[in-house]
Structure formats: structure tokens, C-alpha cells
């Protein structure tokens, strides 16, 4: 309503009682606003999914034509042991990440939000990793979980535990690729907290304080009941992330050893790439889509129900 | 000294700061340099002479250093990979703010049908996630022969919905006052666009530009699939071939060149962070807490 530039004068002058006569202006140099980024949009974004749909039912490869196989690459995928595989890592990742980012950033959050010295350099170390590359997220733990020269098992062995094999071994490399994530992950999860702290009503915890509440009353009484759409919409963030894993596990396991590290996405990029089977590489990801999407909407559904 | 302790003393009442919590602040204090302990590690491990790397004494400061490892870095060809990724990172995050401002400014200031089902598609497609339509997008690159080309790396990053967003959020807040009287003026809706409204959205557009920086900089799955040129690589897909796998020379040479290779790749973002970490957190925190 605020924006009529050529009000007509007319209306302007007699608006009849209780009813606006303004005849709606539009702007079709909207659309060419939007346009610019519509297009490319559309292209790269909405394109290729409706297209990954026709590809997930032939068999292609960079080289020659499609064939339609019909339903074939599905019947394949729920036969083949290795994404039966690749779904559980990304579970079992799940079930390490998701925690592991979700306590230690709202554990750091509350640190944080205390506003103690120096609070604003702790926020600054502890988001840092968040904003650098894969491959240096890999590297580096690669190096620091060596099994012979790596700190983390130096500083283990002061404590008196034996070497563990993170990254070459079928039991760890999973959690060893864990860990490294929780590292690169946690920035985000931290920030959404730290924003959710400080929109708690200041007078909340006031009137918890009058009342006598110690600090660990006002932890469980007041502020996680108030962070609880937070916390939903952090752990379904990262759930939803942690399916998509494959960075880390591409440049620090490259899936192994024997596929224990392995993912989804990790599966999809060897068929395609290093198999040439599009068609069988575009049914995997949608069914990873299909699960993404199952997940999104559970939480959806869970947050309105509480509202 | 007694002058000290009562500034301490008054700081204390001011803040609520007990006795109880100088352990609380201790203890998150040293994890929270732990917690970017590993980049300390990294730039001391590059620093280091190659036998001095793969020791039984930990060494956090070098006793002796070397620029050895840089040097060998510059062997593979980083600068042709720095400048592929920044060619990538700058035209895509460039070309995204504009669009997604100019976007963002019709989306908000403007009216014409379908656009609120418009915004939200917009929104709703945030749920797909990219890697299912990666697989197919690069088929579709390939068959057009746009393999390992500038054109590959830096398309498929321009329709990004955050910078649409974030704009049009600032400008449903927007003055009507301000576009009223550019509009008497005979201002178009071009020149209201370009000289009036995007000057005064400084705020969303640093903050857009810095994480849409980032996060392409660091895009991984997307360069690695399109590039299967050595020299089309970027930086990120170039240096992760600095992977030791057993046998292999970055083994040999002891993680020190690997960690050279790391340092020279996580400067650009790190310092981004360091000097514009405002607009990082709070563009962050609004990008995904509304949406």
C-alpha cells in the first residue's frame, strides 16, 4: 500500500467510506528484475532435477546415447550391497555428527553468550573453521590423526591409550572422518545458538534471578525450553547436511578402507565418474533426495505440531 | 596495584562475575584456543624442515624453520588454480549479489502477479539439495562440450536464493519516501535501482558477498566433477591431490608440504573471517533463522 506512485485524483480526492477504490498498480518491469536471476535459476537449479528424474530411468554415459530401462536402476540400487552400505555410514555419521555439533555448539554458544572477557575472540576462534575449505578441513586431520605421528594420538598416549588407526581402519575411519566434520560443522550450529540466546527476553531471566533460580535452574527451566524451535532447526540442518557428506570422506578416506567411510554421495561420484553410469548414479541420488525430503518434512510436521 | 583490584572488583559487580566463574571462564577459554589449535598446527607443520616433521617430541614452535615447502608447492601449478578459483569465486559471487539484489529490490518494492508464488519456489527449492541435480547437470555440460571451462565452474552458482533473501529483506524495510521522491523526480525504476537503492544497501551486500565468497571459494564436489583439464582446476580440487595416501610423495615429504599447500589455501577465507566477521555471523544467523 505504501508504495502507489500515480495515485489517479479521483480516488485520491473521494474515497468512498470504509472501501478503498485503489485500482492495484503493476509493475511489469518487476519481471525483469527478477528475471536476471529467475533464468539462471531455473536453469541450473530446477532444470537438472526434473532432468536427473528422466535420466534415473535409462542407462547413459558420456559417451553415445540414453536408453530407457525403466525401473531397472532402482531394482539394481536396492539389490546392491554397497548402497545399502553407503545409506548406513551416512546414518552412523548422523549419529555421531548431528550430537557432537549440536551439545558442543550450544555448549560453546552459552559460553559465548555470558559475555565474559575476551568472549568476542572465543567466538571468533570457535566459528574459524567454519569458513575454510574441505580440503583443508581434510588435510589437516588427516595429518592430526596419524596414527604414529598424529597429536591426537600423542596426546592419547600421554593418558596411557594405545595408538588408534583412525583413518586405516575399517572399526575407526568412520569416526575418525567424524570428527573432522564436527570440527568444520560446529560454526554454524554455534552461530544459531548465539542468535537464539541473545532473542531471549532479558526479562525472563531477570525475573528468574529475583526468584532465587541458580544457574543451572535457568539453564533447564528457562533458556532450553525458549531454544527448543533452535535446537529442531539445527538438528535437522545438520541431519540433513551430514547425508550429504563427501568432501571430507573424498579427500580423507577416499570411502576406505573397504568402503567403512564410504557415503552416499561418495557412492553417486564413483559410479558416475570413475564407472560412467549416469543413469545409475542420478536413481541413487534421488533416492537420497527421496530421503532428504522425508526428513525436512518430519520436521516441519514436528515443528507445527508443538506451535 | 590496590587501584587494579578495585577496577577488578568493579568489573566483577558490573558483570556478575563470581568466584564461581573464573573456572567456567578458564576452562571455555583454553577450548576455545584447542578449538583453532589445528591452524596453529598446520602453519607450524609447514614451517618445519621434512625430517623434523614425523617425530616422537611434538614441536609446536619449530626450532628451526623453512620456506622449503612453499617453494615446492609452487611446483604444481597453484597459480594457475589460485587464478581459475578466483576467476570462479569472483564472477559467480559478483554476478549473484547483483542479481540477487536486483531480484530481492522487484520482490520487495514491486507488484505484479505470481510474485509472492514466485519468492515462494524460491524458498522451496532450498530443499533440494544441489548433489541430485549435479549428476545430471554435468552430463548436460558435457554433451554441450562445456567441460573444464570457465562457463562450467562458474553458472551452476548464480541462481542463489540466499542473496535473494537477504536483499529483499532489507528492502521490505526500505523508506517509500526515499523511491517517492526519486519517482517525482522522473526517476525510472533503473535509475531508482542502480543510484538510489542499491547504494544504500551496503549492509546486505557486504554480508551477501562475503558468505557467497566463501562459500564458493570453497565449493568442492561441483569443480571437482567438471574439471578433467590439470590446468581448469581449482584450488581446492587441486591441492586435495596433496592427499597422502601410503606410497605416494606428500607421505615421503612428511605432511609438510601438504600443510603449505593447506596455508597458502585457507588464508584468503580465514582473513576474509578475521576482518569482516560481523557481517559473516549476523548474515548467517538471518539468512537461516527466517528461512
Not at chain 1, 87 to 109: D, H, K
Not at chain 1, 179 to 196: H, K, P, Q, R
Not at chain 1, 232 to 250: D, G, K, W
Not at chain 2, 283 to 290: A, D, L, R, Y
Amino acid at each position: 500500500m505504501t508504495d502507489m506512485a500515480v495515485p489517479a485524483p479521483e480516488t485520491a480526492t473521494v474515497p468512498p467510506p470504509g472501501r478503498r477504490q485503489e485500482r492495484p498498480r503493476v509493475d511489469r518491469v518487476g519481471y525483469l528484475f527478477v528475471a536476471f536471476f529467475a533464468v539462471p535459476f531455473f536453469l541450473f537449479n530446477i532444470l537438472p532435477v526434473l532432468f536427473g528424474v528422466y535420466v534415473a530411468f535409462t542407462r547413459w554415459s558420456i559417451v553415445g546415447s540414453p536408453r530407457w530401462v525403466g525401473t531397472e536402476n532402482f531394482t539394481r540400487a536396492f539389490a546392491d550391497p554397497w548402497v545399502t552400505v553407503a545409506f548406513q555410514n551416512a546414518l552412523l555419521y548422523g549419529v555421531l555428527i548431528v550430537p557432537g555439533v549440536s551439545v558442543l555448539g550450544l555448549a560453546f554458544a552459552l559460553f559465548v553468550s555470558r559475555g565474559y572477557p575476551l568472549s568476542g575472540l572465543a567466538r571468533t576462534l570457535f566459528f574459524a573453521p567454519n569458513v575454510v575449505s574441505a580440503t583443508v578441513i581434510g588435510l589437516v586431520w588427516v595429518w592430526l590423526l596419524d596414527t604414529q605421528f598424529g597429536l591426537v594420538n600423542h596426546y592419547l598416549g600421554a593418558v596411557g591409550v594405545s595408538a588408534v588407526p583412525w583413518l586405516t581402519s575399517t572399526e575407526w575411519s568412520l569416526v575418525g572422518v567424524s570428527i573432522a566434520s564436527v570440527w568444520w560443522d560446529l560454526g554454524l550450529a554455534f552461530v544459531l545458538f548465539l542468535a537464539a540466546l541473545q532473542d531471549i527476553p532479558a526479562d525472563l531471566t531477570e525475573a528468574a534471578l529475583v526468584d532465587g533460580a541458580g544457574r543451572w535452574q535457568r539453564l533447564f527451566f528457562i533458556v532450553l525450553p525458549q531454544l527448543r524451535p533452535v535446537i529442531s532447526m539445527v538438528v535437522t540442518l545438520q541431519l540433513i547436511s551430514t547425508f550429504r557428506i563427501f568432501s571430507q570422506v573424498y579427500v580423507m578416506t577416499n570411502g576406505g578402507p573397504a568402503g567403512s567411510s564410504s557415503s552416499p554421495i561418495y557412492y553417486i561420484y564413483t559410479m558416475a565418474i570413475v564407472r560412467n553410469l549416469f543413469g545409475y548414479a542420478s536413481a541413487i541420488a534421488l533416492l537420497l533426495f527421496i530421503v532428504i525430503l522425508i526428513l525436512t518434512l518430519l520436521q516441519r510436521f514436528l515443528l507445527k505440531e508443538r506451535a | 596495584m590496590t587501584a587494579l583490584l578495585t577496577r577488578v572488583r568493579r568489573y566483577m559487580d558490573e558483570h556478575r562475575f563470581t568466584l564461581l566463574d573464573l573456572p567456567i571462564w578458564l576452562v571455555g577459554m583454553a577450548v576455545a584456543f584447542a578449538w583453532f589449535a589445528p591452524f596453529v598446527w598446520m602453519v607450524s607443520t609447514s614451517l618445519k624442515y621434512p625430517e623434523d616433521v614425523m617425530t616422537a617430541q611434538i614441536e609446536w614452535l619449530p626450532n628451526r624453520i623453512t620456506f622449503d615447502n612453499y617453494v615446492k608447492v609452487f611446483e604444481y601449478p597453484v597459480v594457475r588454480w589460485a587464478f581459475n578459483s578466483l576467476v570462479q569465486a569472483g564472477v559467480a559471487t559478483s554476478l549473484s549479489v547483483l542479481f540477487g539484489a536486483m531480484a530481492g529490490y522487484g520482490l520487495a518494492r514491486m507488484r505484479f502477479p505470481g510474485r509472492d508464488g514466485l519468492f515462494a519456489l524460491f524458498l522451496a527449492s532450498l530443499m533440494i539439495p544441489t548433489e541430485v541435480s549435479i549428476i545430471p547437470m554435468l552430463l548436460g555440460f558435457i554433451k554441450m562440450g562445456w567441460a573444464s571451462s570457465y562457463q562450467a565452474l562458474i553458472l551452476p552458482s548464480i541462481g542463489n536464493v540466499f542473496a535473494v533473501y537477504i536483499f529483499r529483506q532489507f528492502f521490505l524495510g526500505f523508506p517509500a519516501e526515499i523511491e517517492e521522491a526519486a519517482r517525482v523526480d522522473g526517476a525510472g525504476p533503473f535509475r531508482l535501482f542502480f543510484l538510489i537503492a542499491l547504494p544504500l544497501a551496503r549492509a546486505p551486500a557486504i554480508a551477501a558477498a562475503v558468505i557467497l565468497f566463501t562459500l564458493n571459494w570453497n565449493n568442492f564436489l561441483w569443480p571437482l566433477l567438471v574439471t578433467f583439464d590439470e590446468s581448469m582446476k581449482t584450488l581446492p580440487v587441486g591441492i586435495a591431490a596433496f592427499t597422502p595416501v601410503v606410497g605416494t610423495r606428500t607421505q615421503l615429504e612428511g605432511f609438510s608440504v601438504a600443510m603449505a599447500a593447506v596455508t597458502i589455501l585457507s588464508v584468503p577465507s580465514l582473513a576474509l573471517f578475521f576482518l569482516l566477521q560481523r557481517y559473516f555471523i549476523q548474515g548467517i544467523s538471518q539468512g537461516s533463522i527466517k528461512s
